[in-house]
């Protein structure tokens, strides 16, 4: 630990960990049922089917498993003694070949797929059969960084949402695909784009903005589901964006900052926050005891030129909590102040029960950060518990980019990228996928060109240097890493946990696999035709347990681009 100082299953009771993380997502045990749902009549996605995904053995309700985002999938059917029989049970191409990011969404027995440019499936789950198909007509304007991504829609009463490269947000009737209503959420021409699956609960349509890159003001906003009526905006970057001129990093680290000359130049150009950035990349954790919304936001702009945006530029690469019903400021915490490294909060938070520093069981938040450690914090306050082991290495933190380049790790890409984590709640681990990409910082004194791309210089990989990626396992009550599992090329796309002791991640050169969650051990692989790089998930139809995935590759690490999606289940089943 490194401490701060100031088929018809159910699974047992799993200590009191698990038990109080059921209690905060509304499942205590694991129902895998043939035919229904004990939360619903399946006819349509009801709020009570949502609070209650972490114990619902059938569905993939929520891009992360669950309102507290654990990915902890509860069936056991798959597990170590019978993995290795795993096999194809129907796969599916999309007439989009190009990178796949998407989580299969799965409501009785139907599956929700998007893919790149925002095309919508729905495809029967059992056979792989398409149901219907959206194809989202673009504005004529579309900026958007590191890919045309779109990572998934989210099922709500007899609608699914999807939010779009041209900024807009997209309800669709969910059992013919039709088009109920559209809204735009911001200016496509100033940099604004969505590639996120939004979050939805109580009736309100949460979203984030994509943009960091292109010097937007960033938000969370929240929109009526039944109408697109905007209720609320929380803007990411506040104006008042100085905060308290922080020179160290949420590990104790200097960052090289020279404090009188930002504040010189705070005090003459004044707070920079109309173009400060502060995208939000990924889902929303929600706390529904308490009505709380946590999420992590990304890099300031411009990413690398931090001269013409002096502070700390919150809320820019933190962990930030607002209140469900208003949007309104509740807690903190930054893990970089003043970031010229691009190494922005991206992979989606999780709230599980956490052991703090004196032994005491806590409602808590972790966060794998780009920079390469798991951070533990408390939900009640954001305050910083503890930070993990270094996942990757840690070499000539925190140099200041130069006009010729200055050589740091973890690169601009990770550390964890914006890939989602998971846990097991019956061992205290999460998991994590990493990337170890040697680059050199490169700044450049560039003014703001108006929605057009603005890194401030470029982050350029050393070819000269190997390049490859980590399966991580942390224990979040300590913070020492459990097991590592170096995989060849560095790791993008998300990972799954199951209560069969198994976690499921895929790798660009398109090999998908099965680890022991205790060991790390390989248990099973299968080879896909494409980069298996985004987060699998997991079902039940009839009594039969899939495990799925999207076969896509990958714009930004440039992994061979695939069309498919894979569903695989056990042999004989």
């Given amino acids: 630990m490194i401490p701060l100082k100031k088929n018809t299953t159910l ?29 619903g009549d399946m006819q349509k996605v009801t709020q009570d089917m949502l609070d209650h995904a972490a114990g619902d053995g059938n569905n993939f309700l929520h891009t992360n498993g669950n309102y507290a985002q654990t990915r902890y999938y509860p069936a056991q059917q798959i597990n170590r003694e019978n993995v290795h029989d795993l096999v194809k049970a129907w796969s599916f191409n999309t007439e989009v070949v190009e990178t796949m990011e998407t989580t299969p969404i799965v409501v009785n027995g139907t599956m929700y797929i998007t893919t790149a440019f925002n095309h919508v499936h729905a495809l029967d789950a059992a056979t792989g059969k398409e149901k219907w198909h959206y194809k989202h007509k673009m504005g004529p304007i579309t900026t958007y960084c590191c890919g045309p991504n779109n990572r998934g829609v989210f099922p709500y009463e007899d609608m699914v949402y999807m939010g779009t490269l041209d900024a807009k947000l ?40 994509n943009g960091g890159e292109y010097g937007i003001r960033g938000f969370v906003k929240a929109f009526d589901a039944k109408t697109g009526k905007l209720l609320w905006t929380f803007h ?9 001129w922080n020179e160290y990093d949420a590990t104790g680290r200097w960052m090289h900052r020279d404090i009188k ?33 946590y999420f992590v936001v990304g890099n300031p702009s411009p990413d690398l030129y931090g001269a013409i945006r002096p502070g700390d530029n919150l809320y820019t690469d933190s962990l930030v909590a607002v209140d469900l019903e208003t949007g309104n400021y509740i807690c903190h915490f930054q893990y970089i102040a003043h970031d010229v490294w691009d190494l922005d909060a991206v992979s989606p938070p999780i ?18 950060g780009k920079t390469g450690y798991v951070y533990v914090h408390r939900a009640s306050d954001c305050s910083l518990i503890r930070y993990s082991e270094p996942m990757v290495s840690q070499e000539n933190r925190w140099v200041l980019p130069t006009p010729e380049g200055a050589r740091m790790l973890p690169g601009a890409n990770g550390g964890v990228e914006w890939s989602p984590m998971a846990i097991d709640p019956t061992q205290n681990l999460v998991y994590a996928i990493n990337l170890h990409q ?14 057009k791309l603005w890194l401030g210089g470029a982050f350029k990989v050393i070819q000269t240097e190997e390049q490859w990626g980590n399966v991580s396992a942390v224990n979040y009550n300590t ?23 198994l976690v499921f991640t895929g790798e660009g050169n398109g090999r998908f696999r099965a680890y022991n969650s205790t060991s790390g051990e390989v248990m099973w692989q299968y080879q896909a035709k494409a980069g298996v790089n985004a987060p699998p998930a997991s079902y039940n139809v009839d009594g039969t347990q899939y495990i799925v995935v999207a076969a896509g590759g990958n714009t930004q690490l440039d992994y061979k681009r695939g069309n498919e999606i894979i569903a695989f289940k056990l042999k004989g089943r």
């Fill in 170 to 209: 997209v309800a669709l009737n969910a059992k013919t695909g039709k088009k109920v209503w559209e809204v735009q959420i911001a200016e496509p021409e100033l940099g604004y784009s969505e590639t996120m699956a939004p979050t939805v609960v109580d009736g309100k349509v949460l979203i984030g903005t």
């Fill in 438 to 451: 040697p680059m050199t910082y490169h700044v450049s004194e560039d003014p703001y060109p108006g929605g």
């Fill in 261 to 293: 000359a930002e504040k010189a130049a705070y005090a003459k150009n004044g707070d920079p926050y109309k173009t400060l950035g502060g995208g939000v990349w990924q889902n929303m954790a929600i706390d529904r005891d308490n009505g709380r919304v």
């Fill in 236 to 244: 990411t970057i506040p104006e008042n964006s100085a905060g308290v």
């Fill in 479 to 501: 913070g020492k890493i459990r097991w590592k599992v170096k995989t060849p090329q560095p790791m993008i796309g998300g990972i799954l946990a199951t209560a069969g002791g």
């Fill in 351 to 368: 709230l599980t029960t956490v052991m703090d520093n004196d032994g005491n069981m806590v409602k808590g938040v972790l966060h794998g």
């Fill in 11 to 39: 699974i047992a009771s799993i200590g009191m960990s698990a038990a109080l993380l059921a209690g905060m997502t509304g499942g205590a045990v694991a129902e895998e049922v043939k035919k229904a749902t004990l939360f």
